[in-house]
């Protein structure tokens, strides 16, 4: 699609088109720049551009770009030729109040190639244009311009765009209908009136996902598949950086344009060197910038000269000082503003097996071709990948080393491996994870056919991970695990574990169920594998221990045949004991066949002496037809262990989020805008202001009224009606009956007074008031609380209330929004949710009424971004509905979501 936006100006950019023009409102004041606006974004062509807000200082690059424009082009935009714009409409253009009046431009290198606009109508709506110039058309710089002026016109309560189209400029009326909104068209005088409201919905946001997709695959493939490469850096010594780049593509057979740059020769053995990036001819698809970091900038600026589209940048560049880490950020903003993409610094680089084979990389060979991809971050890390699969003989398709993957990540890698047939399994070693949220929404949707093991990072925080910029969470590390167990991915601990899953389900692909049979030549052993295998909670249909340790390999071959029948196993463990005498190579080879041609895994536990193992290891590594083989019951239960989870990973939740049409967005953004607090601070909102915001969401607060003294505290029961609650607002004590803050099950006025009377006495050192409160049903207190955590964005956890589950860590965390099977599923996940199933005689709790309790705050959370923290405590789940009994909320300015509801590329100026 075309993004031809010249027909749809807004009201005021039709009058400045006018001949004659009346004379309009002077232009505003210039507001506080909104610095968080800006943002680098992935545009489909594979490149990148710079989006921020308009400033008065740019009148001179907007009369540019209008100049550049077409005769046509600028006659659609304005309705009139307009050869040059006005002195007075550059002012009205670029001064803006970004609130009512908002402008964004879209940069590369100091050229203006689009902008975006809204000016508010009414309270609620705004006029919304385009205009993209004429050479950039087609790279999807209107659907981009299109979620940033949504974004920030929903930070100011407008919730609809209008639009004016001519009825012959179908792609622009395509830009709005493909975005997914629910667009309404009327016909009036010769023009399309357009209104659709711009709150984010499940196609809209899909939409999106598919868009970014599209993109960042196609920034991959352009670096990962280069038709000409170039190598800035080179040197006469062999084991330099340059050089060993340089024997890499030389080893690999690449047959594309290769260029180098060296300062100290003219030839490298046998290949032509320039003295300068200026002298090789343009473009080129990759440049490798083997520097030092001082020397990146300069070459950045030179290759973007000759129209170099992806940089590798192998060296690393003391991330760990603070003026490494401002190199880093200058060096990810200039390659960006070039509109070029970034791997690295300190990438071990990029290979790729098989008939068009290519090794960008400090590897000294590449791997065996096979349907394995392999991703790692640090250059230390690659190479223990690399190491690993070797030494396995593991086939791998491609293999690439992000580094500091301070421009492109894992999560761009993974959407190019996304369209590639020719790959089975995914290994991924992670450090650090710059953007979780938008990683599980890429793994969930990759996982439906695509097994995806992943080494966990140790953490989530940048502390013994130099170079790596990502946001400190807040959460504990099982949070992230739960997060990512969500998400379907199999989670190794240790790179030999990942390694092992890897190697084990791109040799057989994943087992077709979960039943596991054990087979050993010897008792102990057996006993061995069904501990290890029921530690790891394998469901285990046949456990035989009873197959003859014997020297005639036949012996074990016709157990293997018994149990690898049909409808029996889908994976077998076989634990051998080697008798040290007969062929036991070609006993393997024997059961891999039988294994094969019926169509269950295997994976062998082979204790012998070292000679005739490393026969064997060194037969596996060499045949992929082989099984996996290992030493000792466990390693082989793990592989298998993993294997199953791949095969058994969580079918992914393909349910439409749940929607509640009773939500009152507008609402609840007034309520937010009237309290929010300054840039650093936090505010608690009071009972009252928390209760508005809970009804705009559905979530009613049992009423409560202050009971300063006991005849207050009678009257405010006789409004709320008996029986009632009488508690302390104290933060710590409110919740706690067995600090006295509580007192329950009040029935009259009589029991009321006393009740006040001794919480006077007993909470003395307490100044804070009481209230009272209806009472809920009986039934289970759960709590339910939500956090804008900086890594993973808005985050919702969930436990049954009290001090136990909080000292034994029994809270389920959850990213929203949520479909109703997601709600459930958390609902579900704690362990001493089984309450809520009714134990010991007591009625079930409506599950399901705490799950509508599930999505309404996951609405919330993901609605308002300032909003801090929430906390639902308790919610009480009776045998009919859930009562949210206590509540408290605090805001705090928005921050930067790293996967919100407008596409942008994480680093550089994107924050």
Not at 411 to 431: F, K, S, T
């Amino acid at each position: 699609m075309a993004d031809r936006h010249g027909p749809f100006p807004s009201p005021s950019e039709r009058s400045a088109g006018r001949r004659s023009r009346r004379r309009g409102a002077p232009a505003p004041a210039p507001a506080a720049y909104p610095a968080h606006w800006e943002a680098d974004i992935a545009l489909r062509d594979g490149s990148a551009a710079h989006l921020r807000p308009i400033l008065p200082e740019d009148a001179d690059a907007l009369q540019d770009f209008h100049v550049r424009q077409s005769e046509h082009s600028r006659y659609l935009r304005f309705f009139a030729p307009m050869p040059r714009l006005s002195p007075r409409d550059l002012e009205r253009f670029t001064v803006v109040d970004h609130h009512d009046r908002v402008a964004l431009v879209v940069q590369r290198g100091e050229e203006i190639i689009a902008v975006g606009r809204y000016d508010r109508t009414s309270p609620e709506e705004a006029e919304v244009a385009f205009n993209v110039s004429d050479a950039s058309q087609g790279t999807g710089l209107a659907s981009v311009l299109l979620e940033h002026l949504a974004a920030a016109a929903r930070e100011v309560g407008i919730s609809v765009f209008t639009a004016e189209v001519l009825p012959q400029n179908a792609r622009m009326l395509s830009v709005f209908t493909d975005a997914g909104f629910d667009v309404r068209r009327v016909l009036d005088d010769g023009v399309v009136m357009v209104t659709f409201r711009i709150d984010p919905t499940a196609r809209s946001l899909e939409v999106m996902a598919e868009r970014e997709h599209r993109a960042e695959a196609r920034a991959m493939e352009r670096l990962l598949h280069p038709s000409s490469v170039l190598v800035v850096g080179v040197s006469t010594r062999a084991d330099s950086i340059g050089g060993r780049v340089l024997s890499a593509l030389e080893g690999s057979g690449w047959q594309g344009d290769l260029h180098l740059v060296s300062r100290d020769a003219f030839e490298v053995r046998g290949h032509l060197a320039r003295p300068r990036i200026a002298d090789v001819p343009g473009p080129v698809d990759l440049a490798v910038i083997a520097l030092r970091p001082e020397s990146w900038l300069e070459a950045i600026e030179e290759c973007a000269a000759i129209g170099v589209r992806s940089v590798l940048v192998p060296t690393e560049g003391h991330t760990d000082s603070v003026e490494g880490r401002r190199r880093q950020r200058e060096l990810v903003a200039e390659v960006r503003r070039h509109g070029m993409r970034l791997l690295g610094p300190g990438s071990l680089g990029v290979l790729r097996t098989g008939e068009d084979a290519l090794s960008v990389s400090l590897s000294p060979r590449l791997p065996r071709p096979g349907t394995a991809a392999v991703a790692g971050q640090s250059s230390a890390l690659g190479a223990m990948l690399l190491a690993g699969v070797d030494e396995r003989g593991t086939g791998v398709h491609e293999f690439v080393a992000v580094g500091n993957r301070a421009d492109v990540s894992l999560n761009d890698v993974l959407q190019h491996w996304e369209d590639d047939e020719r790959i089975e399994v995914i290994g991924l070693a992670l450090e650090t994870m710059g953007n979780p949220r938008k990683f599980t929404r890429i793994a969930r949707r990759l996982t439906r056919s695509t097994p995806v093991v992943v080494l966990r990072p140790p953490g989530l925080r940048v502390s013994g991970t130099p170079g790596h910029d990502v946001r400190e969470s807040s959460l504990p590390r099982r949070a992230l695990d739960q997060v990512l167990a969500s998400s379907g991915v199999v989670q190794a601990r240790t790179v030999d574990h990942l390694l092992d899953v890897v190697d084990a389900v791109s040799r057989q692909g994943v087992p077709k169920g979960p039943r596991v049979a054990l087979l050993s030549n010897t008792a102990a052993l057996g006993a061995s594998l069904r501990g290890a295998a029921d530690e790891a909670g394998l469901q285990i249909v046949i456990d035989d221990r009873n197959v003859p340790l014997a020297a005639d390999p036949r012996v074990m071959q016709r157990a293997l045949t018994a149990v690898a029948g049909p409808d029996r196993a889908d994976l077998i463990i076989a634990g051998v004991i080697d008798p040290l005498a007969g062929d036991h190579l070609g006993a393997l080879r024997e059961m891999a066949t039988i294994a094969r041609h019926s169509e269950v895994a295997l994976v062998v536990c082979l204790v012998s002496e070292r000679s005739r193992f490393q026969e064997v290891h060194e037969a596996v590594r060499e045949d992929l037809a082989l099984p996996p083989v290992h030493v000792t019951p466990a390693l082989a239960v793990r592989a298998a262990a993993g294997m199953l989870a791949a095969a058994e990973r969580p079918a992914a939740d393909r349910e439409e989020l749940a929607v509640r049409e009773d939500v009152d967005r507008a609402a609840a953004r007034r309520i937010v805008e009237r309290h929010l607090p300054p840039v650093g601070e936090r505010v608690t909102l009071d009972l009252e202001t928390t209760r508005a915001l809970l009804a705009a969401y559905g979530l009613p607060l049992l009423p409560s009224l202050p009971a300063a003294d006991a005849e207050e505290a009678v009257r405010a029961a006789s409004t709320v009606g008996y029986p009632v609650a009488l508690k302390s607002t104290d933060p710590v004590l409110r919740h706690r009956a067995d600090l006295g803050g509580v007192r329950l099950d009040i029935t009259d006025a009589v029991q009321l007074r006393h009740a006040h009377a001794r919480m006077r006495e007993d909470l003395s050192f307490s100044s804070a008031p009481l209230e009272v409160q209806s009472m809920a049903p009986t039934g289970v207190p759960m709590v339910v609380r939500s956090v804008e955590d900086p890594s993973l964005g808005p985050v919702v956890s969930l436990s049954v209330a009290g001090d136990a589950t909080d000292l034994l860590e029994d809270i389920a965390y959850a990213i929203p929004p949520f479909s109703q099977r997601a709600a459930r599923e958390l609902v579900d996940a704690p362990a001493s949710a089984v309450k809520l199933s009714g134990e010991r005689g007591l009625p079930p709790a409506d599950r399901d009424a705490l799950a509508d309790v599930v999505v309404r705050t996951g609405l919330l959370a993901e609605d308002v971004p300032e909003l801090a923290s929430f906390e639902l405590y308790p919610v009480v789940v009776a045998r009919e509905g859930a009562f949210v009994v206590g509540a408290r909320a605090e805001l705090a300015p928005a921050p930067n979501r790293t996967d919100g509801a407008r596409r942008a590329l994480l680093g550089g100026r994107s924050g």
